[in-house]
Each structure stands twice: as structure tokens, then as C-alpha cells.
């Protein structure tokens, strides 16, 4: 018999537990904006392009892509606090990275392995649906979630003020030390659950869908500066084509798949997948624009010529409110279901770019409606890790979930295509620059009102459930404990 292996007992403070997870979340979604205050300066500081400078942001969409659902998979399977840990040590190395070097090359390395760390998101809610009460679940996987909306919200303002006050590389050692301590305080808090999926890794599954995202992303994102009929974009596009469908084939043979492609092919999981894909393209169209068309010069017409700084703070209530709504829309999803929840947050988000579609003049309505499409986005966020939860098994949440971030990773990206392309064609000459019009920024608003509604649209096709169908998610986690429980019998 084999000897007695002691477990994990269940966090003893459930809500500093969720506030570390919660921390880590937040750090890690800092580093997908952090850069962007930085953009401009790049090519000086480091004597590189414009072009080479705009991979400082695209390979954290790559790599956050690559590596969430696969990381995912191996939490699922080995261990979901082992590959967080993990998980923060690769941004901590990213960041030394950064900060000891202005070479380009080094820049981008490191940015990548800072966005590899994306991956932490969905490992969190998944050791908090193994490791909380059933009553907990909702409210604190819909903060968990919520962190990517905030972190990106709050990374603009800071990472401005780094930029005018002190040397750049200092917003890097901060994110360094920020890792050390999300590291130090996943090693106090947080225990590793029992829980594990059986099989072995899919190597091949997690190569082949690495290759077909890089393929697709690259194209997307480097489609604009290439030319969409250049022979790279269309050599990327034709290999995305020839990989996807024999990865897919391949996946339905194998007996333990990176992703169970017939959970993901039922409704109620294809449907949130799509809609998180919409959610992920209306958000990031608020942070990418807000900040550009607030500092555009007066004599656009439009512009209110504000500084760095100003322009990042424009999407600090927005961050703010959605620290403060995601414990409501926990409650929303409890009481009407997360179907009910991701329908009214969709609604929320075409309203709001609806209000900035009206009020594109004035500084204050300019933030109202910024404001609310994050109170929608938080809402959304809040809810998407619930329909999934309730839809697949407990062995694959961090898969799932994996897939569902990947999903909304996916709608930046191609929101970062779409608004580089609009921005970059439908100009005039003001001041003697080349900037774009306010049709330009209105038609953006107008995309993404569209995509909100697209995902409201995929929402109302979701399998319906009654209010009480979302405690499956809690009889999970009791399931989860009761395993945990089992496993510390057997031992």
C-alpha cells in the first residue's frame, strides 16, 4: 500500500484566497497594455522601426493565444497551481528581460514570454472551482474573469505615467517585482488541488494548434503593414487553411485531445466560444481608440490635444467599475442565469458605443461612454467562465476555459487589425499631419456596436436554463470538494 500522501486543506481565508488569484489576474492582463504608451518612443529609444516597435504588442496576442489553452490542458492534468506558478515565473523572466536591455530583439522575447503568462486567467478559475465553497464560485470566477478587462483598463494610466516621469525601463522592474510577489503569494495562499484528467499530453494537438493560431494571428496582425494580397499574408492565410482541418481530424482520433473538440462542438459551448470571440473584439475597440482620439491635436476638429497621461486616466472608471460590478453580475447570473447575464452585458456594450458614436466632442461624455462599455465588458467577462463551467466537465475547466480566453485573445487581435486599417486609410491633412477623420473613429464605434450585438445575437441561441440550472456550477465545485475529500481517504 502505497504511503499516505497529505493534501492540501481548503484555503482557510476563501476571500484573501480569491483577492491573490484575483492580484495575479490583474498583473498579468497589466502586461497586455503596457507597452502601448510606449509605441512611439520605441524606434528612438532602441534604434529599431515602426514595424518591429508594433511586435512589442503583437507577440503578447500571439503567445497568449499559443500558450492559454495549452497551459490550460497541462493544469488540468498536472497540476493547476504547479503551472501557475509556472505560468508567473515566465512573466517575472520576461520582465528581467525587458528591463536590462533596449535591443529590440530582447524586447520582444521577453514581451512574449509576458504573454505567455495570459494563461494564469483561466488557471485561477479553475483552482477556484476546485478549491471554493459552492456558494463562492459564482461571485469569485466572476472577479477572476473580470481581471482582464481591468488590468488592460488600469495598465494604460500607469504605464503613462511611467513613460513621462521616469526612464521606461523602469515600468518593467516593477513588473518584475510584481511577479516575485505574486509568486511568493501563490506559494502562501493558494493549495494545489488533487483533482487531475487522465491520459497523457497532446504534444502533437498543442503543436499543430500553435502553428494554425500563429498562422492566423500573423496574418491578421501583420495583414495592414504586408498588404492583405502580399505573398506572406496569403502564404500564412493557405497554410492556416491546410493546418486547422488535420489538426481537427487529428484531435477526434487521439484518445486524450488538447481540446475535446465534441464538448466544444455542443451549443452551449460553440455559442459562448463565438460570443466571447464578439466580447473580446467590442472590448479591446474601447481601449485601442479612447486613448488615440482623446490625443489627437485641436486642429482636427475633434481632438482635445490631451496628453499621454490624461488619455490613459479617460479609461480608469471604466477599470475601477468593473472591479466594483463583477460581484453584481455573480448575483445577476445566480438569480437569471449567465445566458441572462452575457445577453443584458452585450446590450450594455452596444448602448455605450452608441453613447460615444453621439458624443465623440465633448472629454466628459467621451469617458461616460468608455465607462459604460467596461461596465458591459465586466459583466460579460463575468458571466462567459460561468456558461462554460456549467457546460463541460470539471476534469477539462482549464481547458475550457483556456479555449474561451484564447477566444476573446482571437476578437483582439482581430479588432487591432480593424482598427489599424480604418485609422491608417480614412485620413485628411490637419496641422500638417496625416490623421484620421472623425468618420474614422465614428466607424469603429459602429464595428464595434456591431459586434456586441453580434454576441447578444449568438447569446439569445444559447440551450436556455432556468436561474437554478447555474447551481450545477456550485454542485460542481461540492463535487470538486468531495473529491478532494475521496482522494484524502484513499491516501
Known amino acids: 500500500m502505497p504511503p499516505a500522501i497529505p493534501l492540501p486543506a481548503d484555503p482557510p481565508r476563501p476571500r484573501f484566497f480569491v483577492g491573490v488569484l484575483a492580484f495575479c489576474g490583474v498583473?498579468?492582463?497589466?502586461?497586455?497594455?503596457?507597452?502601448?504608451?510606449?509605441?512611439?518612443?520605441?524606434?528612438?529609444?532602441?534604434?529599431?522601426?515602426?514595424?518591429?516597435?508594433?511586435?512589442?504588442?503583437?507577440?503578447?496576442?500571439?503567445?497568449?493565444?499559443?500558450?492559454?489553452?495549452?497551459?490550460?490542458?497541462?493544469?488540468?492534468?498536472?497540476?493547476?497551481?504547479?503551472?501557475?506558478?509556472?505560468?508567473?515565473?515566465?512573466?517575472?523572466?520576461?520582465?528581467?528581460?525587458?528591463?536590462?536591455?533596449?535591443?529590440?530583439?530582447?524586447?520582444?522575447?521577453g514581451r512574449a514570454l509576458q504573454g505567455a503568462a495570459l494563461a494564469v486567467i483561466p488557471l485561477g478559475i479553475s483552482i477556484m472551482r476546485d478549491e471554493l465553497p459552492p456558494a463562492k464560485v459564482l461571485s469569485s470566477v466572476a472577479l477572476m474573469s473580470s481581471t482582464l478587462g481591468i488590468g488592460a483598463a488600469v495598465g494604460l494610466p500607469v504605464?503613462?505615467?511611467?513613460?513621462?516621469?521616469?526612464?521606461?525601463?523602469?515600468?518593467?522592474?516593477?513588473?518584475?517585482?510584481?511577479?516575485?510577489?505574486?509568486?511568493?503569494?501563490?506559494?502562501?495562499?493558494?493549495?494545489e488541488s488533487p483533482l487531475r484528467s487522465r491520459g497523457r499530453f497532446d504534444g502533437v494537438g498543442a503543436l499543430g494548434l500553435s502553428a494554425a493560431l500563429v498562422a492566423v494571428l500573423l496574418a491578421i496582425t501583420q495583414g495592414a503593414d504586408w498588404g492583405w494580397t502580399s505573398p506572406r499574408t496569403l502564404a500564412l492565410l493557405g497554410a492556416a487553411a491546410v493546418i486547422w482541418p488535420l489538426w481537427g481530424a487529428y484531435e477526434l482520433r487521439t484518445r486524450s485531445p488538447l481540446v475535446d473538440l465534441r464538448v466544444s462542438a455542443r451549443p452551449a459551448v460553440l455559442l459562448t466560444n463565438v460570443a466571447a470571440l464578439l466580447i473580446g473584439f467590442a472590448f479591446y475597440?474601447?481601449?485601442?481608440?479612447?486613448?488615440?482620439?482623446?490625443?489627437?491635436?485641436?486642429?482636427?476638429?475633434?481632438?482635445?490635444?490631451?496628453?499621454?497621461?490624461?488619455?490613459?486616466?479617460?479609461?480608469?472608471?471604466?477599470?475601477?467599475?468593473?472591479?466594483?460590478?463583477?460581484?453584481?453580475?455573480?448575483?445577476?447570473?445566480?438569480?437569471?442565469?449567465?445566458?441572462?447575464?452575457?445577453?443584458?452585458?452585450?446590450?450594455?456594450?452596444?448602448?455605450?458605443?452608441?453613447?460615444?458614436?453621439?458624443?465623440?466632442?465633448?472629454?466628459?461624455?467621451?469617458?461616460?461612454?468608455?465607462?459604460?462599455?467596461?461596465?458591459?465588458?465586466?459583466?460579460?467577462?463575468?458571466?462567459?467562465?460561468?456558461?462554460?463551467?456549467?457546460?463541460?466537465?470539471?476534469?477539462?475547466?482549464?481547458?475550457?476555459?483556456?479555449?474561451?480566453?484564447?477566444?476573446?485573445?482571437?476578437?483582439?487581435?482581430?479588432?487591432?487589425?480593424?482598427?489599424?486599417?480604418?485609422?491608417?486609410?480614412?485620413?485628411?491633412?490637419?496641422?500638417?499631419?496625416?490623421?484620421?477623420?472623425?468618420?474614422?473613429?465614428?466607424?469603429?464605434?459602429?464595428?464595434?456596436?456591431?459586434?456586441?450585438?453580434?454576441?447578444?445575437v449568438a447569446t439569445l441561441f444559447l440551450p436556455g436554463r432556468t436561474a437554478s440550472a447555474t447551481a450545477t456550477v456550485g454542485a460542481d465545485s461540492a463535487t470538486g470538494a468531495t473529491g478532494r475529500t475521496t482522494a484524502q481517504e484513499s491516501a
Open 27 to 109: 498583473v498579468v492582463a497589466v502586461m497586455q497594455t503596457l507597452v502601448v504608451p510606449l509605441l512611439p518612443h520605441v524606434p528612438a529609444l532602441t534604434g529599431s522601426t515602426p514595424a518591429a516597435a508594433s511586435w512589442l504588442v503583437t507577440v503578447t496576442l500571439l503567445t497568449g493565444a499559443v500558450f492559454t489553452p495549452v497551459l490550460g490542458r497541462a493544469g488540468d492534468m498536472y497540476g493547476k497551481r504547479k503551472l501557475l506558478l509556472v505560468s508567473l515565473g515566465v512573466l517575472t523572466a520576461g520582465s528581467v528581460m525587458c528591463a536590462v536591455s533596449s535591443h529590440i530583439g530582447i524586447l520582444i522575447a
Open 159 to 191: 504605464a503613462a505615467l511611467v513613460v513621462e516621469h521616469f526612464d521606461w525601463h523602469t515600468m518593467f522592474w516593477a513588473s518584475a517585482a510584481l511577479g516575485v510577489l505574486d509568486i511568493v503569494l501563490v506559494l502562501w495562499v493558494v493549495p
Open 285 to 456: 475597440a474601447n481601449s485601442l481608440v479612447t486613448a488615440q482620439m482623446v490625443q489627437e491635436p485641436k486642429a482636427t476638429g475633434y481632438g482635445l490635444g490631451a496628453s499621454i497621461v490624461v488619455s490613459g486616466l479617460c479609461l480608469l472608471p471604466g477599470g475601477l467599475s468593473m472591479v466594483a460590478l463583477s460581484p453584481v453580475s455573480a448575483k445577476i447570473s445566480a438569480k437569471y442565469g449567465p445566458k441572462a447575464a452575457l445577453a443584458l452585458a452585450a446590450a450594455i456594450m452596444a448602448v455605450g458605443y452608441g453613447v460615444r458614436f453621439f458624443t465623440s466632442h465633448s472629454l466628459p461624455m467621451i469617458i461616460a461612454g468608455a465607462t459604460v462599455v467596461a461596465c458591459g465588458t465586466a459583466i460579460a467577462y463575468s458571466a462567459l467562465p460561468a456558461l462554460v463551467m456549467r457546460a463541460v466537465p470539471v476534469s477539462e475547466t482549464g481547458a475550457a476555459n483556456g479555449l474561451n480566453t484564447l477566444m476573446r485573445s482571437v476578437g483582439q487581435a482581430c479588432c487591432s487589425a480593424v482598427v489599424a486599417a480604418i485609422l491608417a486609410n480614412v485620413t485628411f491633412q490637419a496641422g500638417g499631419h496625416t490623421v484620421p477623420t472623425l468618420h474614422a473613429y465614428l466607424l469603429v464605434f459602429l464595428i464595434a456596436a456591431g459586434a456586441a450585438l453580434a454576441a447578444l
